[in-house]
Each structure stands twice: as structure tokens, then as C-alpha cells.
């Protein structure tokens, strides 16, 4: 399956019916069609208005094992009141380095918010001990993703296959 496509689909799994959800660029534009009706969708622009959603999902250069994150192509996030903020990227950038770092190393936009990354590789909780693997693409192992992460990283005792 496509990168990209192994984002999407498990990202999809993260939407609850009757949720109202926001969406940067990118990845995240890129579930719109396989959204029921009554999902309620902002877009995320810097214009938008701050109003409390129950997900917002970017899509991110870098994040950082406390939960910083730095947006592709210099894009600004607005304020936003959400209850989980879903960092989407392919794991590791075209040259091969890490895009799940100790500290970010671009502007970091807003500070310390993602609770959850989700890559081609694995899905990611950020918690107060840090990082920690909860899921992993289908013939992808712990190590592999450990090897591809620029920042110590946790295994759950209940890691689970993503399901695709």
C-alpha cells in the first residue's frame, strides 16, 4: 500500500461519527471523500475562527517527543481549542532522517499540543513519559520504527498491527 495511503486510512479510524473536526494541508485535506455526512469539517487556515473541535489533524515537517510541531511549507495553525491534535507525516523525509525528533529544529506552531502521530510506519502516543508506540504497519517491526525515530521512544506492552 502507498505511504500515503496507510496515513489516510488509519487516520480515518480516528473519526467518530457527528464530530467536528479540522483539517491543514496536505495529508489531512486528503480524507474529505471518505468522511460520513455528519462530520462537520473546518479547514485550517490562519483566518480560521477559533471555535472547540473534538480533532484537528495537521500534517507536519517535524514533531517533537513532547508534542511540538512544525507545519510544511512555513504554514501558520490558528488558535484552536481541539481535544486530540493528530500530527500526520511520512516517518522519515525523502533523504532518509527522522521526522520524530527530541526538539524540533524549525518553528515550532503551537507549542507542545499533538497528542498523536500517525506516519506509514506507526501510530505514536505523546504522553508525560514520552513517546509511545501503540501501533505498527503491517510487516513493520518496533525496531524498525525505533530505528527511523530521532528521539527515544516506548513499546506498549499491547502493541498492536495497524488495522488497514
Not at 78 to 83: F, H, K, N, T, V
Not at 129 to 146: F, S
Request: net charge negative; with cysteine; charged share 20%.
Amino acid at each position: 500500500m502507498d505511504p500515503t495511503q496507510i496515513i489516510i486510512t488509519r487516520l480515518l479510524k480516528e473519526v467518530q461519527p457527528g464530530q467536528t473536526i479540522a483539517l491543514g494541508r496536505g495529508i489531512p485535506q486528503l480524507i474529505k471523500p471518505h468522511l460520513e455526512t455528519s462530520i462537520k469539517i473546518l479547514d485550517l487556515t490562519p483566518n480560521t475562527e477559533s471555535q472547540p473541535v473534538q480533532l484537528a489533524v495537521v500534517e507536519a515537517e517535524e514533531v517533537s517527543q513532547i508534542g511540538d510541531f512544525s507545519l510544511t511549507s512555513g504554514q501558520e495553525v490558528p488558535s484552536l481549542e481541539a481535544d486530540l491534535w493528530v500530527v500526520t507525516a511520512p516517518h522519515s523525509r525523502a533523504d532518509g532522517t527522522p521526522r520524530i525528533v527530541q526538539t524540533c529544529q524549525l518553528p515550532i506552531s503551537p507549542a507542545g499540543t499533538a497528542t498523536t502521530i500517525i506516519t506509514d510506519l506507526a501510530v505514536i502516543l505523546i504522553q508525560e513519559m514520552g513517546l509511545v508506540l501503540i501501533e505498527v504497519a503491517p510487516g513493520i517491526g518496533a525496531d524498525e520504527v525505533k530505528t527511523h525515530t530521532a528521539a527515544s521512544i516506548h513499546v506498549a506492552d499491547d502493541i498492536k498491527v495497524m488495522e488497514l
